[in-house]
C-alpha cells in the first residue's frame, strides 16, 4: 500500500444491494484508489435507520448483502477496512459534539436533505434524518479522512463535514484534517426522470442476472420524439444512450450517428447496451458467487476491519477530547 499521506473514508447507507449508479458514482474510483491510499469503508447501518428505523432486518441483511457488493466490485479487504458503523460508538460521540455547533437552519437548508425528504414525501424531519450529515461528517473525521469518494448529491454533506472539522479546529485544537470531495460520474434511472436509484426503483442492480438486465432495459425511458423506428432520434436525452457513453465508450459516436439519423431502433440500442452492462457484470458475478460460498470469511472480514477501525476510532477520540479539555483520566 502506498504511504501517500490522504486518507479515504466513504461507505454507503445499509438499505439493500447496491447499483450501476453506486458503481459509477464511487465504487469505481474506490477500487482504482485503494491501493494507492489508506482507505476505510463503512456500512453506514446507523445512518440506514434515518429512513429504515422500522425495517432493522432489512438493515441487518442488508451489511451482509452490501459487503458482497463491495467485494465483488473488487474492493480487496487486504488493502481497505470494512467496517460496520454501529459498532463504533466513538462515532456517535463525535456526531453528539459536532452537533453542538451547527444549526438546525444549515441543517434545514442542506440541499440533498431537501430533495430527499421531498423524494419520499416526509413533511416533518425527524432529527436523525436531519442530522444525517453531522453524523456522516463524524464518519468522516474519526479516522481523520482527507479524501471522499461520493456521488455529486454528497457534496453539501461533505462541505458540512469540513465547516465542522473548522470549527472543531479553531475553538479547540488543529486535530481534526479538513476533508474534500472526490466525485464520480452520474447515472440516470431507466426512468429518465433523475439519478440510478432504489427508492425510486430505476435501478439495475450490481447483482442483476444477464437476463434481468435486459428485461430492465427493455422497459427504460427513451426519446419520447421517437414514435417510428425510422424517426430521427436526440440520443442526447435518451437515458439510454448515457449507458452507451459510460459502458460503450468505443461505439458511444457510432450509436449517436445511427439514432440521429434513425438507422437503428430503440430495440436494438438497448441490446447493445444491455450486452455491454453485462461484460462488465461478469466478473463481479463471479466474484460475489465466490464469496457467498464462504460466509464465515466474509463475517471475518468486517468483523476484523471494524475491530481496525475501532482502535484507530479510540484513538482520536482521545486527541479529541484532550483538545477539549473533557479527558479527565483514562478508563
Known amino acids: 500500500m502506498s504511504m501517500n499521506k490522504d486518507v479515504i473514508l466513504t461507505g454507503d447507507r445499509t438499505t439493500g444491494q447496491l447499483h450501476l449508479g453506486h458503481y ?51 474492493i480487496d479487504p ?18 453528539v459534539i459536532f452537533s453542538m455547533f451547527v444549526t438546525v437552519n444549515t441543517l434545514r ?75 464520480g460520474e452520474r447515472l440516470g434511472g431507466l426512468d429518465g426522470i433523475g439519478k440510478m436509484s432504489k427508492s425510486m426503483g430505476n435501478a439495475i442492480s450490481l447483482n442483476a442476472s444477464p437476463d434481468d438486465v435486459h428485461a430492465k432495459l427493455t422497459k427504460a425511458k427513451t426519446d419520447p420524439a421517437r414514435i417510428h423506428r425510422t424517426d430521427p432520434g436526440h440520443p442526447d436525452i435518451c ?16 450509436i449517436h450517428t445511427s439514432c440521429s439519423q434513425g438507422s437503428i431502433g430503440c430495440r436494438d440500442c438497448k441490446h447493445f447496451a444491455g450486452t455491454a452492462i453485462n461484460d462488465l457484470l461478469a466478473p463481479f458475478r463471479e466474484r460475489r458467487n465466490h464469496y457467498e460460498q464462504r460466509e464465515n470469511e466474509v463475517k471475518e472480514i468486517l468483523a476484523h476491519g471494524t475491530r481496525q477501525a475501532r482502535k484507530v476510532a479510540r484513538e482520536t477520540m482521545l486527541e479529541v477530547r484532550e483538545a477539549m479539555g473533557i479527558r479527565y483520566f483514562d478508563l
Open 24 to 74: 459509477v458514482g464511487s465504487l469505481r474510483s474506490r477500487v482504482q484508489l485503494q491501493n494507492e491510499y489508506k482507505t476505510y469503508i463503512l456500512l453506514a447501518d446507523v445512518q440506514a435507520l434515518t429512513t429504515h428505523y422500522d425495517q432493522p432486518g432489512l438493515i441487518a441483511d442488508s451489511v451482509h448483502q452490501v459487503t458482497l457488493d463491495y467485494l465483488a466490485v473488487g
Open 78 to 95: 487486504n488493502q481497505a477496512t470494512l467496517f460496520i458503523q454501529s459498532m463504533i460508538p466513538e462515532i456517535a460521540e463525535l456526531t
Open 109 to 183: 437548508h442542506n440541499p440533498t436533505i431537501k430533495t430527499e425528504a421531498r423524494d419520499r414525501g416526509y413533511t416533518d424531519l425527524y432529527y436523525g434524518f436531519l442530522g444525517y450529515p453531522v453524523s456522516q461528517a463524524a464518519d468522516i473525521a474519526f479516522c481523520k479522512a482527507t479524501l471522499v469518494p461520493a456521488g455529486e448529491d454528497q457534496i453539501p454533506h461533505v462541505e458540512t463535514a469540513r465547516k465542522l472539522v473548522r470549527r472543531f479546529n479553531e475553538l479547540y485544537a488543529p486535530v481534526l484534517p479538513e476533508p474534500r470531495i472526490l466525485t
Open 239 to 254: 437515458p439510454v444512450f448515457a449507458y452507451h457513453q459510460l459502458f460503450r465508450k468505443e461505439h458511444a459516436e457510432e
